[in-house]
């Protein structure tokens, strides 16, 4: 070989390295998870969101139940506050699973396209259009294929002696909860609200607790967000998780049930919670993993004022 054609191909190879280092970055407001959903906002696995689950969570947006609102799991608190578009033409036409406490009770198609944040509004998630046959009443949504409903009975709509040993379950197991202030040792709780699963395999009740300090110049609540199981076989439930939350009634930290499923792929229960405070909130999913254990694996960044 000359050294002449050698000098040119040298210098080819310079040239493609350079070009390749000189390739534009993507922007931090978009973050590829897979190459499924390229260059979506917020579309990852990071932060402890389970990606069994799917790439994205869908919730009801306004009393429209066509209107959905995209939970992406990749934001944090500050990532979604910063985000000034959301990149989100790839989930256009996504077929979803649609749940609420009664477990599966639909399907529907997501319309989505990309979209641009009011920068003097507060931190929200972006929102898609469902198909126009949507199931009244429904709360979580993920992709079509990734769960499988579990039903939650409600205390709100039990009655008797369903209700009277349900409340007592409850208060049972909140006897087993130790810590938190001593400022209210000896202030019996209350059941705000409850829900119950029964399987051949597992009995599960998820509730909130509350009791109360009522001082007229300092009135304060402690709610407690407890999740109890038992396997087939025993008797009684056994506390497997809690989480805690105290102070005046305008900083507390409050908790809903969404739903509960199945995740397919792991076989793992979970269960969808809100954390709701005075102008927003946030989504959590309680989960039980490998270790037979239930834990918050994931908390949604915070949406509101």
């Given amino acids: 070989m000359s050294r002449g054609a050698f000098s040119q191909i040298a210098a080819g190879l310079l040239c493609i390295t350079a070009c390749r280092d000189t390739q534009t970055k993507p922007g931090p407001d978009s973050i590829r998870a897979s190459s499924n959903y390229p260059a979506v906002t917020g579309l990852s696995s990071q932060a402890g969101w389970d990606s069994t689950a799917g790439p994205f969570m869908v919730i009801p947006a306004s009393k429209d139940s066509t209107e959905a609102a995209l939970v992406l799991p990749g934001l944090s608190d500050s990532s979604l506050a910063s985000t000034g578009r959301f990149e989100l033409a790839a989930l256009k ?8 406490l009664q477990g599966l009770v639909g399907n529907s198609v997501l319309n989505v396209v990309s979209q641009s944040v009011d920068p003097a509004g507060c931190p929200n998630w972006p929102k ?3 198909a126009s046959s ?6 979580v949504g993920l992709e079509k294929g990734r769960a499988a409903g579990m039903r939650l009975r409600s205390l709100d709509g039990m009655q008797g002696e369903d209700s009277t040993r349900l409340i007592s379950e409850v208060l049972n197991i909140a006897t087993h909860l130790t810590g938190g202030s001593t400022v209210f040792n000896g202030i019996p709780f209350f ?5 119950r699963l ?7 009740i998820v509730a909130e607790i509350v009791r109360k300090i009522n001082e007229e110049a300092n009135p304060r609540e402690e709610h407690l967000l407890l999740l109890a199981e038992r396997s087939a076989g025993e008797r009684d439930f056994h506390l497997a998780f809690h989480v805690r939350s105290a102070g005046a009634e305008e900083s507390l930290e409050t908790s809903d049930v969404l739903a509960g499923f199945t995740l397919i792929k792991s076989s793992r229960p979970a269960v969808v919670v809100t954390f709701d405070y005075e102008d927003g909130g946030k989504i959590g999913l309680l989960e039980k993993n490998s270790e037979g254990e239930w834990k918050l694996v994931w908390k949604s960044a915070y949406s509101g004022c």
Wanted: net charge positive.
């Fill in 191 to 195: 059941v705000r609200k409850a829900y």
């Fill in 198 to 204: 029964e399987t051949p395999a597992l009995g599960l």
């Fill in 134 to 139: 949507v199931p009244g009443g429904w709360k």
């Fill in 128 to 130: 898609g259009q469902l």
């Fill in 93 to 100: 036409n996504t077929s979803l699973d649609l749940f609420n």
